[in-house]
């Protein structure tokens, strides 16, 4: 069979057989390995696939520049190790016929990479998919730059931040969790109006992480109709992590 393929055991080189093999036909081991890769390759063309020609012994011994009975010795110290009469033992193990067949596996090769190289790029395309997720007047974005305008009264520096990012959490708020707009915007206005958590809740992840405890601590009531379900502020750490 034209142009076939023989495939090697990672171990192949160091597999003690091959010592045992020199010893007993008294030949180098690289003789002998070289003999077992012939052997392979007359196996992978055989029309009984695994099947060597063991009668060989010439071609192989002239290839190789060694007398035949080297070759014939090498062989026989094989039988029993890795040869059982002219089958090479483990051969549908290690030659499965999947792999035979190079011009296949070579064209499905190149049409893989092909296609890997025309394809789009998925990364740079969800980008442009978060960049474009929310409309600039939705309660998502509306939400984001409430939040971060308030934290700039708090704090004039503030890294402007990604707003499509902060939406994305905004929409879990809602879609996940529940949570309504309007009770989204009454958190906002009081964690930013509280000593403690205004300078904890300081992004929209945040925001959705925290806000039960907001919630329960707001009382349920916006800032604008009355005070802060603990005005002095005084929380124990505890309190925040519980």
């Known amino acids: 069979m034209a142009n076939s393929w023989v495939r090697l055991w990672v171990d192949m080189p160091t597999d003690p057989k091959w010592r045992t093999i020199a010893r007993v036909s008294g030949q180098p081991i690289s003789v002998v390995i070289s003999t077992f890769i012939f052997l392979m390759i007359y196996a992978a063309n055989a029309t009984e696939r695994g099947t060597t020609e063991t009668n060989k012994t010439e071609d192989i011994a002239t290839a190789l520049d060694v007398d035949e009975s080297s070759i014939i010795a090498i062989i026989d110290a094989m039988q029993g190790r890795v040869l059982d009469g002219d089958l090479l033992i483990g051969w549908r193990k290690r030659q499965p016929l999947r792999e035979d067949n190079s011009i296949e596996r070579v064209r499905k090769y190149r ?132």
């Not at 890294?159 to 707009?181: L, V």
């Not at 005070?227 to 750490?237: E, K």
Request: proline share 6%; net charge positive.
């Open 111 to 242: 049409k893989r990479n092909v296609t890997q190289c025309n394809a789009p790029d998925k990364d740079k395309d969800k980008d442009k998919d978060k960049d474009n997720i929310f409309l600039s007047d939705s309660n998502e974005i509306r939400l984001s730059n409430l939040l971060f305008n308030l934290i700039l009264k708090n704090n004039p520096k503030a890294k402007t931040p990604n707003f499509n990012s902060w939406a994305k959490h905004i929409d879990f708020a809602i879609r996940i969790d529940g949570r309504t707009p309007e009770e989204l915007e009454q958190v906002i206005r009081w964690c930013q109006k509280d000593s403690f958590w205004q300078s904890n809740i300081l992004s929209a992840e945040k925001l959705r992480k925290q806000f039960d405890q907001l919630w329960i601590k707001m009382g349920g009531i916006s800032p604008q109709d009355g005070p802060p379900a603990n005005p002095n502020g005084n929380r124990s750490l505890e309190e925040v992590l519980s």
